[in-house]
């Protein structure tokens, strides 16, 4: 069974700083593309970071433009996870966080999700 278990969310004020996991379990990654995804209240699920592998063990980065130069997707293909790290946070990023292979799979549900929540 595939399993997917996103970690590392929390409570910051604008500004700080959080790094994000994404483990998984019941099969390699390695050679999958994985993206980032989040969804606020009221609002779509959206990808905010993709980690494209593009053969090897090459993989590209892509953002959408409201996290360019503040988020960081990378992996650690030893560990079977994938990181989000997340700096410079406003209350916009508000949300649950999850991760999932990109395009998203039928054979792979959705994780928990990790709360993240920027507030003053």
């Known amino acids: ?10 409570l910051v004020q604008p500004g700080d700083s959080l790094s994000l996991s994404c483990a998984a379990s019941g099969r390699t990654f390695s050679s999958y593309s994985m ?23 090459t993989y590209q980065a892509d953002y959408i433009d409201s996290v360019k130069g503040r ?13 989000l790290q997340m700096n410079s946070l406003k209350p916009e990023d508000t949300a649950v966080y999850y ?14 999700g990790t709360q993240v929540t920027v507030s003053s």
Do not use: M
């Open 1 to 10: 069974q595939v399993r997917l278990v996103e970690s590392g969310g929390g």
């Open 71 to 83: 988020f960081t997707v990378s992996r650690d293909n030893a560990k079977n996870t994938v990181y």
């Open 99 to 112: 991760c999932n292979t990109v395009p998203v799979r039928n054979w792979v549900n959705w994780g928990q």
């Open 35 to 57: 993206g980032w995804f989040r969804q606020a209240p009221g609002k779509e699920r959206e990808r905010v970071a993709s980690h494209t592998w593009t053969g090897g063990i």
